[in-house]
């Protein structure tokens, strides 16, 4: 049996194979990359990778993380032919094939987002501005409300109500519709993931 590292990287060796018959001169305008030599330059959540034929990599030349690998490749291999229109804010669970990870959302993302913050909304609000968060164009009561792009064509907005006497921290993470046209359900969650250990890490 295959450990975890081998089955990664026989995952990962299958995508590098499928971007090869990719042609990004064509694509990189749909989805908001830069075209570098041989490949595409793409950021996701500030941090920019550079995609080739021969694989992908950080600006230092390292591979990335496998879950950004995934992501990353999907966001290529799942371009749309046309750029879809932004339109509604919605849950993760409101998104497409999303339901068998919903539980693993609301509790290993928007919970655990909750919980980390509860009673730091000042903290919540400067770990967002240290990577890239903006006031979003919304109308909502919130304590805290922060947007990201977490790719060029993927936004979410954060909600945040803290804690008070009579209900716990609740945190809610909003996405356009049309990042289902981007993404599958589990690289949106992996998105979610990232999105929420970034914060942490900005404490």
């Given amino acids: ?7 990664f990287e026989h995952n990962y060796k299958g995508y590098i194979k499928q971007l ?30 550079f995609i080739t034929p021969a694989g992908i990599s950080d600006l230092s030349g390292s591979k990335p993380s496998y879950d950004i690998c995934v992501i990353l490749s999907k966001y290529i291999l799942l371009c749309p032919d046309t750029t879809p229109k932004a339109n509604d804010w919605v849950s993760f669970r409101e998104l497409k094939d999303s339901g068998p990870l919903t539980n693993y959302f609301n509790n290993d993302v928007e919970l655990s987002i909750a919980r980390f913050f ?10 967002g501005q240290s990577i890239s968060g903006y006031t979003p164009d919304l109308d909502v009561n919130y ?3 922060v947007q990201f792009d977490l790719l060029p064509k993927i936004s ?9 006497e009579e209900f716990p921290a609740k945190c809610s993470i909003l996405f356009e519709r049309r990042t289902e046209k981007y993404l599958d359900a589990e690289c949106i969650a992996m998105l979610g993931w990232h999105l929420c250990k970034r914060l942490k890490a900005s404490v």
Wanted: hydrophobic letters at 40%; aromatic letters at 4%; a negative charge.
């Fill in 1 to 7: 049996m295959k450990s975890d590292e081998t089955i």
């Fill in 20 to 49: 090869r018959e990719i042609s990004f001169d064509t694509i990189a305008p749909l989805l908001g990359g830069t075209i570098k030599d041989d490949g595409m330059e793409l950021s996701l959540l500030g941090e920019r990778f």
């Fill in 118 to 127: 509860k009673g730091r909304t000042e903290t919540l609000k400067k770990a």
């Fill in 143 to 145: 304590d805290i409300a």
């Fill in 156 to 164: 979410v907005v954060l909600l945040l109500n803290d804690e008070d």
